[in-house]
C-alpha cells in the first residue's frame, strides 16, 4: 500500500513502533517502509524489525522505519494479513484513492482536494467523490447482503425446528393417552402421570439442545468471518436460539 504519514491517522492505524515512512527524496537513499505487527511477527519473530530490509517481488528494496497495527486487508480479506506500507511519492501510482479527513464541513474538502489535483504539475482528476463510510459499504455490500441471507434463511429454519418440537411433543403425549386411562384404571393418579410424561419429553429436548449447541459452538470457530468485524457465531445468538426451542418445548409439553 502506498500511503503518507497522515494515512495511518485518518484511518486510525496506530504506530506501534518507529514513524510512518517518508518519501526518500533522492535516488541514493533508500525507499521507506512500515510493516503491519503480523509480518513483522512473521519475519522477525524474536528481532528488532526496525531497520531490517525487506525486498519486494520486483527487486525493490526497503527498509522498515515503523511498526503499524493490524488492519483487514480489503472487502476479500476479512481478516488481517501482512502488510507492507510505502511511501506515496517514492512510487506514485497511476490511480489512487485519496482519503481527506473533512472535519465538520466535508463539501469544503471535496472542492480543496479538487483545486489541489488541479493545481498539480501533471493531468489529475478527481471522480468518485464519496464518503469512507459509502466506500466501505460498497466494498462489502455483497458480503452484507450474503450476511442478511444466511440470517434470514437461520431464522426460517429456526422457525421449522420450532413448529417440528411442538408438534412431535404434542403428538407424542396424545399418543400417551391410552397409557394413562390404563394407568388410571389401576389406580395411578392422572396428573402424576401426565407430569411424568411432560418431564420425560423435556429431557429428552433438553438433551438435544445441549447436544446441538455444542456441536454449533464447535463448528461456528472454524468458520471465517463473512464481514469485518462480524463473528460467524456469538454465545448471545445461540442462547437466544436456545432459549427459542426451550419455550416451545414447555409450552408444547403443557
Do not use: K, M
Amino acid at each position: 500500500i502506498r500511503a503518507t504519514p497522515a494515512y495511518f491517522e485518518i484511518l486510525g492505524i496506530g504506530i506501534l513502533r518507529g514513524r510512518a515512512p517518508r518519501a526518500s527524496g533522492t535516488p541514493d537513499q533508500p525507499e521507506e517502509a512500515a510493516v503491519n505487527h503480523l509480518l513483522a511477527a512473521t519475519l522477525w519473530p524474536d528481532r528488532e524489525p526496525l531497520g531490517r530490509r525487506i525486498q519486494l517481488p520486483g527487486g525493490r528494496t526497503l527498509i522498515v522505519v515503523g511498526v503499524v497495527a493490524d488492519a483487514v486487508g480489503g472487502a476479500g480479506d476479512p481478516v488481517a494479513v501482512p502488510q507492507v506500507y510505502r511511501a506515496l511519492l517514492d512510487d506514485p501510482p497511476d490511480r489512487a484513492t485519496l482519503l481527506v479527513a473533512p472535519g465538520s464541513d466535508p463539501p469544503v474538502a471535496v472542492s480543496a482536494s479538487s483545486g489541489v489535483a488541479s493545481e498539480a504539475p501533471t493531468d489529475l482528476s478527481v471522480f468518485e467523490v464519496g464518503s469512507l463510510d459509502d466506500l466501505v459499504g460498497r466494498a462489502l455490500a455483497d458480503r452484507t447482503l450474503n450476511a442478511w441471507l444466511v440470517t434470514a434463511f437461520a431464522a426460517f429454519a429456526l422457525a421449522l425446528c420450532a413448529i417440528g418440537i411442538f408438534g412431535a411433543t404434542r403428538f407424542g403425549l396424545r399418543r400417551r393417552a391410552p397409557e394413562w386411562r390404563v394407568r388410571v384404571a389401576l389406580g395411578a393418579d392422572l396428573r402424576s402421570a401426565r407430569r411424568r410424561a411432560r418431564i420425560e419429553a423435556l429431557l429428552v429436548i433438553g438433551a438435544g439442545a445441549v447436544g446441538g449447541l455444542t456441536v454449533a459452538w464447535l463448528l461456528s470457530r472454524s468458520l471465517p468471518a463473512g464481514v469485518p468485524g462480524v463473528e460467524a457465531a456469538t454465545p448471545t445468538s445461540l442462547l437466544a436460539s436456545a432459549g427459542v426451542v426451550a419455550a416451545v418445548s414447555f409450552l408444547s409439553a403443557l
